[in-house]
């Protein structure tokens, strides 16, 4: 890598990570970002469109080769995400795009860092259609691992859990499926959830994400594999609970408490019950707040690579709530239910990062 004022390859920039990390590295890097279809419209990058779905990103080889002479490093952040997605298209966008990533990064001669995710942790089981874009969500993200680990490209693999807000204000680009439950609870719309009120939620702030990065990226790693976690100070269901309906009663919205009950009690026996008894639009909610909740509930503590790179005071449990509080803030901003200052960006919900 160049040492002089390197050059970083960004994917995803117009993600939560992504946008967080143009903060992060701008002071002391040039960033290209590769675009599919929102202009970013920051002064402090410059801007490729290009897809990860195309050979050579959809450049003419021309100006694919101009790009890698003068790349230093890939920062690989891009990824499918979206509930709605089939498990095709993830798994495209997901392990081919890497891939292609992998191919530019060896062109460049350039190490690359990819943004995983801490699910991989807990991979999906069984071969039934249930729950299934969470399981392709997460197999698509261990297989592009792998794909890495297969690469002769030198990578370091960072894996957050879920991306809340920046622990100072709670803003950030786009909202999680975690801010989708915990909102339907505030807005008391939620009867039931499907966990133990003690199980772990993992969640991480999107500035110590990218702070986590830029250490990375500052001390040159270019090997190793490196958990963005909260580990055993993750907040627990009943802490999301707790700040729902805080919110919730903030907001003068009055909810009702959901109660936790077994999630084999929901998938076997109440939504047979409730089949012909509920809209197919609350099934479908019921089967998505099922999806979410077994995506997000950790069975143990995830490990956690923070206080390795000096970043374990800034998840702490306490630090953690406030940050989980600030961001529920922002997400009730956006959504118009205090007074809003509004941003669209926001508005699309992600599986998790």
């Not at 003419?60 to 709605?84: E, F, Q």
């Amino acid at each position: 890598m160049r040492i002089a004022h390197p050059t970083v390859l960004l994917t995803g920039a117009s993600g939560v990570v992504g946008r967080a990390l143009i903060d992060e590295l701008s002071p002391d890097h040039r960033i290209i970002c590769l675009r599919h279809r929102r202009d970013l419209a920051d002064p402090r990058v410059h801007e490729v469109t290009g897809s990860l779905d195309e050979p050579l990103l959809g450049l003419t080889p021309h100006d694919y080769d101009r790009l890698t002479a003068g790349v230093d490093l890939v920062v690989h952040a891009a990824a499918a995400t979206n509930w709605k997605a089939s498990a095709e298209a993830i798994r495209e966008t997901n392990v081919a795009g890497t891939r292609a990533m992998l191919a530019l990064a060896e062109r460049a001669d350039a190490p690359m860092v990819y943004v995983s995710t801490a699910f991989v942790a807990n991979p999906p089981a069984g071969a039934n259609g249930q729950f299934a874009s969470a399981r392709a969500y997460i197999a698509s993200k261990a297989e592009a691992e792998q794909s890495t680990r297969d690469s002769a490209v030198p990578t370091v693999i960072v894996r957050p859990s879920v991306v809340i807000g920046d622990s100072r204000d709670g803003h950030m680009a786009a909202f999680q499926g975690l801010h989708r439950v915990a909102g339907l609870i505030a807005q008391g719309m939620v009867p039931l959830i499907a966990c133990d009120e003690d199980v772990l939620v993992d969640t991480v702030p999107q500035d110590v994400v990218a702070a986590a990065i830029g250490r990375v990226v500052r001390e040159r790693h270019t090997a190793g594999e490196l958990w963005l976690t909260a580990g055993s100070t993750a907040m627990t269901a009943g802490d999301i609970l707790g700040s729902s309906l805080r919110l919730g009663h903030e907001l003068g919205l009055d909810p009702a408490a959901p109660r936790f009950i077994p999630a084999e009690a929901v998938d076997r026996l109440l939504l047979p019950l409730m089949a012909d008894a509920i809209s197919p639009a609350l099934r479908q909610m019921f089967a998505e707040l099922l999806e979410m909740t077994w995506l997000f509930q950790m069975p143990a503590a995830l490990p956690t690579s923070l206080p390795e790179l000096g970043l374990g005071a800034a998840v702490t449990r306490q630090r953690l709530q406030r940050a989980f509080d600030l961001s529920l803030g922002f997400w009730a901003d956006v959504k118009g239910l205090r007074p809003a200052f509004g941003d669209e960006d926001a508005d699309e919900p992600e599986l998790a990062s």
